[in-house]
């Protein structure tokens, strides 16, 4: 060790000839999702450089365990398991129609709630007005105006309060929807040409509990509630083409109840 200190500190350490690069986020992109089948602990994932000096990726668990999968096949299976959630194209048509509806009603919903507050502010504003011309025609003194003054606007402090939260709670989601069903409809292939903050941020949207993988495949997992709305909605839709009016505005119900709003991700290839 001494020699070769020297050596590299002279400038005559030979250097590698190959040196293999080391990646190991960005091909353990499950890292932190998944528990282990044996213990139920969570799953680590790290590189083991093999004999041809390329290195091989595992998920695995603690030492005194011993639980481990080659990251490449559960990788994969992990894949063809986001393409179970995967519609047809013609059914996410029609589920973004649902949304447009659902998001359009709630957002009207917002803006006559809107609407009431505002008329509440403008009848502070024209009580603290009669306050004023009563006082300036000696009907009350200033102090029983600045009172009145002072509740008044109080109340209109509190009221624009809650416009303004309304205000950002109403949506146009119009212009992010296409983007969104288009990676519904390709998430499979989204997931593994995206990076990899937008692949950990697609599996947490999706599952709210850790993963099993066991036997090549992945055992049933618990998936979000809104997510798990969206592919309810979706899974009807397919089951059955024909839609009243009726039957699709209890679907559209069903995505306002839940204040439902689509996950977005930045697309980077």
Same mark, same amino acid.
């Given at each position: 060790?001494?020699?070769?200190?020297?050596?590299?500190?002279?400038?005559?350490?030979?250097?590698?000839?190959?040196?293999?690069?080391?990646?190991?986020?960005?091909?353990?992109? $499950?890292? #932190?999702?998944?528990?282990?089948?044996?213990?139920?602990?969570?799953?680590?994932?790290?590189?083991?450089? #093999?004999?041809?000096?390329?290195?091989?990726?595992?998920?695995?668990?603690?030492?005194?365990?011993?639980?481990?999968?080659?990251?490449?096949?559960?990788?994969?299976?992990?894949?063809?398991?986001?393409?179970?959630?995967?519609?047809?194209?013609?059914?996410?048509?029609?589920?973004?129609?649902?949304?447009?509806?659902?998001?359009? %009603?709630?957002?009207?919903?917002?803006?006559?709630?809107?609407?009431?507050?505002?008329?509440?502010?403008?009848?502070?504003?024209?009580?603290?007005?009669?306050?004023?011309?009563?006082?300036?025609?000696?009907?009350?003194?200033?102090?029983?105006?600045?009172?009145?003054?002072?509740?008044?606007?109080?109340? @209109?402090?509190? $009221?624009?309060?809650?416009?303004?939260?309304?205000?950002?709670?109403?949506?146009?989601?119009?212009?992010? $929807?296409?983007?969104? @069903?288009?990676?519904? @409809?390709?998430?499979?292939?989204?997931?593994?040409?995206?990076?990899?903050? %937008?692949?950990?941020?697609?599996?947490?949207?999706?599952?709210?509990?850790?993963?099993?993988?066991?036997?090549?495949?992945?055992?049933?997992?618990?998936?979000?509630?809104?997510? #798990?709305?969206?592919? $309810?909605?979706?899974?009807?839709?397919?089951?059955?083409?024909?839609?009243?009016?009726?039957?699709?505005?209890?679907?559209?119900?069903?995505?306002?109840?839940?204040?439902?709003?689509?996950?977005?991700?930045?697309?980077?290839?």
């Amino acid at each position: 060790m001494f020699y070769r200190t020297q050596e590299a500190l002279d400038g005559r350490l030979r250097k590698p000839t190959y040196t293999p690069k080391v990646v190991s986020d960005e091909l353990l992109p $499950l890292r #932190g999702f998944l528990a282990c089948l044996k213990c139920g602990d969570n799953l680590t994932g790290s590189a083991s450089k #093999g004999r041809s000096q390329y290195y091989y990726y595992y998920y695995h668990c603690k030492p005194s365990c011993g639980f481990r999968e080659k990251a490449e096949v559960v990788n994969e299976a992990f894949y063809k398991e986001l393409e179970k959630y995967t519609p047809q194209p013609a059914v996410a048509e029609l589920y973004k129609k649902i949304v447009l509806t659902s998001t359009t %009603t709630y957002n009207q919903d917002l803006n006559k709630r809107i609407k009431e507050i505002s008329d509440q502010i403008e009848e502070q504003n024209m009580m603290v007005q009669k306050a004023r011309s009563l006082m300036l025609h000696d009907k009350i003194d200033p102090d029983e105006y600045k009172e009145i003054k002072r509740e008044a606007e109080g109340k @209109i402090t509190a $009221l624009e309060s809650r416009v303004a939260n309304f205000n950002a709670t109403v949506k146009d989601i119009s212009s992010i $929807l296409n983007n969104a @069903i288009d990676a519904l @409809i390709k998430i499979g292939e989204f997931f593994k040409t995206n990076n990899l903050e %937008t692949k950990r941020a697609i599996i947490g949207s999706i599952f709210d509990e850790k993963l099993f993988f066991e036997n090549g495949t992945y055992r049933t997992a618990k998936v979000n509630e809104a997510t #798990g709305l969206i592919f $309810l909605i979706i899974n009807k839709l397919q089951d059955k083409k024909n839609w009243t009016g009726a039957e699709f505005s209890r679907l559209s119900n069903r995505v306002n109840l839940t204040g439902f709003e689509p996950v977005t991700f930045t697309m980077s290839r």
